[in-house]
């Protein structure tokens, strides 16, 4: 018993649309932080190369000046020493604004790329089940946790044997500039971390590319639902096959039992003597042909007979007509033209019996 609960659990289906949904208003979604990482690292790389040089001037040109230029005879008070201050940080803040707008656009472009436009209400409510230190034990110690420590000790790697290349090929160089001009040192300098920052923006684009795949992976596995799960959804949108098929169920009783009532006001039944019937009422003042008040087959048929029987309607068997009667005429509905002679025989006879 409990070997085959276990298979009934096991989360081998694929996601319904509604469970996406869901998860995805959850604020649960397909992800790659180190996608974003990468990303805007290369777009803040190529806004250095593209504005780098401006940078660089306004602060070799700031720190000469206050080097060189600034005439340090001169009395310095606090409201000299705040203006200096706010001055230089004017500049380069102003030279610093084409980085920090690409850094903010390229995060909300990445972003949008991995995840579309989602606002979700639901993943800024408090969780207090993560609070909770057995899952709290669960998570450190889950294949998640295992495959995130392993792609940070991979990242310092990385990191680390690119920097120590880089920096022993051009260690020696660093000395000597001290004897160079300032601006030729930072431009050196802003060079140098620029060539060392493309190489990890590559190293860190191949790890990003293999964390998005473990993503997307894990992302799916978490999305399979088991075949409960799925029978349980389709109960939730669905209803409740058993009380669906209860209340189609009632429906047609009621159904029937309202047309059992409207065959006590026909004139008379037409039948099929098998398995068709039809009750038919002519009132001329109300109707300008015969009307079709009941009609049914199988089980609704042999009910509608004998209801007829107990309220002594006369039942008239005419298998060509009540075969044609029956795929032509609705309930409610008056009869067609083509039926008019049939009928008018059968009523004009009954009326006789009646009188007699």
Request: one cysteine or more.
């Given at each position: ?171 020696h160089t660093f000395a000597m500039l001290i004897k160079n001009d300032i601006t030729l040192s930072l431009k050196y300098i802003f060079e140098t971390i620029l060539k060392i920052s493309f190489k990890l923006a590559f190293a860190l684009l191949i790890i990003a590319a293999f964390d998005y795949l473990y993503q997307w992976w894990e992302y799916n596995r978490n999305l399979k639902m088991s075949k409960q799960e799925i029978k349980d959804e389709f109960k939730q949108v669905e209803g409740d096959p058993k009380i669906k098929a209860r ?110």
């Open positions: 018993m409990i070997f085959f609960m276990a298979i009934s659990e096991e989360k081998t289906e694929k996601p319904t649309p509604k469970k996406k949904r869901d998860t995805r208003e959850k604020g649960h979604v397909l992800k790659s932080n180190d996608v974003n990482i990468a990303f805007v690292l290369i777009a803040m790389l190529g806004a250095f190369k593209i504005f780098g040089p401006y940078l660089i001037e306004k602060i070799g040109t700031v720190t000469t000046y206050y080097i060189t230029g600034f005439d340090y005879r001169d009395s310095l008070t606090t409201a000299k020493a705040n203006t200096i201050f706010f001055n230089s940080a004017a500049s380069i803040f102003i030279a610093m604004l084409p980085f920090l707008a690409t850094s903010v656009l390229s995060t909300l472009l990445i972003s949008y790329l991995q995840v579309g436009f989602l606002f979700s209400k639901k993943a800024l409510t408090p969780d207090f089940a993560r609070i909770n230190p057995v899952e709290g034990f669960k998570r450190m110690f889950s294949i998640r946790a295992l495959a995130e420590l392993l792609k940070t000790i991979l990242k310092f790697c990385v990191i680390a044997a690119v920097v120590f290349a880089e920096i022993k090929k051009v260690f209340i189609r169920q009632k429906q047609m009783q009621l159904g029937l039992a309202r047309m059992m009532s409207d065959v006590a006001k026909a004139d008379f039944v037409l039948a099929n003597p098998t398995h068709l019937a039809i009750a038919i009422k002519y009132d001329e003042k109300e109707n300008n042909a015969p009307v079709v008040v009941a009609k049914g087959k199988g089980y609704v048929a042999l009910k509608i007979k004998e209801k007829a029987m107990e309220l002594k309607i006369e039942i008239i068997e005419d298998k060509p007509l009540a075969q044609a009667m029956y795929a032509a005429v609705e309930i409610g509905q008056e009869i067609p033209q083509e039926f008019y002679v049939a009928i008018a025989k059968i009523l004009a006879e009954i009326y006789s019996v009646r009188r007699r």
